[in-house]
Nanobody, 121 residues
Framework: QVQLVESGGGLVQPGGSLRLSCAASGSIFSINTMGWYRQAPGKQRELVATILAGGSTNYADSVTGRFTISRDNVKGTVALQMSSLRPEDTAVYYC???????????????WGQGTQVTVSS
């Protein structure tokens, strides 16, 4: 069984910073892409940022320059450093991993349970 466990959400004022963390655990052979997605009330889930095992990153236009994604391949963790937060960043943030549980298995997508980020004064 594979689990993704997020931490670090909370309430922050506009202009503030938060750091989200996610740890993958369980029977894992290798992790390809790791990333963060978010879903605001009444909206579809959207990509925030992704990072490949080799370190290449991709960001949504709305967070470029404000958010930074990083990962530790040894520990199986991914983090999202968020700064200059805006009220429109308010959402539930989900950790995502594309991984193999065995060496010749087809990669599968796994999701964390989500962590709430609220940006408000």
């Amino acid at each position: 069984q594979v689990q993704l466990v997020e931490s670090g959400g909370g309430l922050v004022q506009p202009g503030g910073s938060l750091r989200l963390s996610c740890a993958a655990s369980g029977s894992i052979f290798s992790i390809n892409t790791m990333g963060w997605y978010r879903q605001a009330p009444g909206k579809q889930r959207e990509l925030v940022a992704t990072i490949l095992a080799g370190g290449s990153t991709n960001y949504a236009d709305s967070v470029t320059g404000r958010f930074t994604i990083s990962r530790d391949n040894v520990k199986g963790t991914v983090a999202l450093q968020m700064s200059s937060l805006r009220p429109e960043d308010t959402a539930v943030y989900y950790c995502n991993a594309n991984l193999r549980r065995r060496s010749f298995a087809t990669p599968d997508e796994y999701w964390g349970q989500g962590t709430q980020v609220t940006v408000s004064s």
